[in-house]
Nanobody, 120 residues
Framework: QVQLVESGGGLVQPGGSLRLSCAASGFTFSSYTMNWYRQAPGKERELVASISAAGGRSDYPDSMKGRVTMSRDNAKNTVNLQMNLLKPEDTATYYC?????????????WGQGTQVTVSS
């Protein structure tokens, strides 16, 4: 079955760094765009970073540019999110997402999330 397992969350001080990881299984990982989303209490889920299936292109919203870097290893079926200069407003649950579109259907898989708390 499809599994996305996030790890690496935790408590970090403002200005600190964290590296989140997501291990994927149960689907053809190299065919999927991979995304990181986050959701803070009372807020909508928002995109943090995205990387193309082959890993040649990554995209970040303006709010995250310069502070996050997403990477993937298609041989190991993993994606990582390096987050630097963390702020209290980065506190949220971070979710790994795998997405693929085909004319027949969309494939949209989610992990359980990992908590990131930025606080002094």
């Amino acid at each position: 079955q499809v599994q996305l397992v996030e790890s690496g969350g935790g408590l970090v001080q403002p200005g600190g760094s964290l590296r989140l990881s997501c291990a994927a299984s149960g689907f053809t990982f190299s065919s999927y765009t991979m995304n990181w989303y986050r959701q803070a209490p009372g807020k909508e889920r928002e995109l943090v970073a995205s990387i193309s299936a082959a890993g040649g292109r990554s995209d970040y919203p303006d709010s995250m540019k310069g502070r996050v870097t997403m990477s993937r290893d298609n041989a190991k079926n993993t994606v990582n999110l390096q987050m630097n200069l963390l702020k209290p407003e980065d506190t949220a649950t971070y979710y790994c997402n795998a997405y693929r579109w085909s004319p027949e259907r969309e494939y949209d898989y989610w992990g359980q999330g990992t908590q990131v708390t930025v606080s002094s």
